[in-house]
Nanobody
């Protein structure tokens, strides 16, 4: 079993920054992907960014490219999302995701609100 715990959400003004963290525990295999999704009220959950363990590649949605950075500390099984130049449209509940051996795991989410 795998548990994901997110932290770091909060209220920030437009143009500000936040750093989200997601700590994974349990049966974590060396080959997996970890990433972030978000869901705004009344909208579908959308993919934000992914980090792969086998080659440390990173991938981003066009809407966040150049503003968000995903990184990972493999020793701690923790993935981070550094969010800069935040906009009101970035307001959402952000969910951590881990995929390994065709199994999908989700955290409980952390709320990010961008407002003046």
């Amino acid at each position: 079993q795998v548990q994901l715990v997110e932290s770091g959400g909060g209220l920030v003004q437009p143009g500000g920054s936040l750093r989200l963290s997601c700590a994974a525990s349990g049966s974590i295999f060396s080959i997996n992907t970890m990433g972030w999704y978000r869901q705004a009220p009344g909208k579908e959950r959308e993919w934000v960014a992914t980090h792969t363990t086998w080659d440390s590649s990173t991938y981003y949605a066009d809407s966040v490219k150049g503003r968000f950075t995903i990184s990972r500390d493999n020793a701690k099984n923790t993935v981070y999302l550094e969010m800069n130049s935040l906009k009101p449209v970035d307001t959402a509940n952000y969910y951590c995701n881990l995929v390994q051996r065709a199994n999908n795991y989700w955290g409980q989410g952390t709320q990010v609100t961008v407002s003046s």
